[in-house]
């Protein structure tokens, strides 16, 4: 079965870090991305991030310079460190995968074929 397991979310005060952890399993796939969506109460799910099983990544303005993406290939685990946590980064994050290459214009327009159940995160000013 098909599954996608996130963790690591939690409640952390303005300016603090936390780090999410996506572990997925039962594929195998040579070329596919994965990324980190997010939602807030009463907003629009956006993109966060993505990496590419090449190793290419882009971000949400939102978020470039604070977050970073990473992928174990060998632990088929995608990483988002998120320092200099704010309160609007305060969200479900859900993490998914896109069996094809992402490109940047991803982010606006996300496209995914499997999502997990998410993880919250919650930043207090």
């Known amino acids: 079965q098909v599954q996608l397991v996130e963790s690591g979310g939690g409640s952390v005060q303005s300016g603090g870090s936390l780090r999410l952890s996506c572990a997925a399993s039962?594929?195998?796939?040579?070329?596919?991305?994965m990324g980190w969506l997010r939602q807030a109460p009463g907003k629009e799910r956006e993109g966060v991030a993505y990496?590419?099983?090449?190793?290419?990544?882009s971000y949400a303005d939102s978020v470039k310079g604070r977050f970073t993406i990473s992928h174990d290939s060998a632990k088929n685990t995608a990483y988002l460190q998120m320092n200099s946590l704010k309160p609007e980064d305060t969200a479900m994050y859900y993490c998914?995968?896109?069996?094809?290459?992402?490109?940047?214009?991803?982010?606006?327009?996300?496209?995914?074929?499997?999502r997990g159940q998410g993880t919250q995160v919650t930043v207090s000013s």
């Open positions: 998914v995968v896109n069996v094809a290459y992402c490109s940047p214009s991803w982010i606006l327009g996300y496209v995914y074929n499997l």
């Open positions: 990496i590419n099983s090449d190793g290419s990544a």
């Open positions: 039962g594929y195998t796939y040579n070329r596919y991305c």
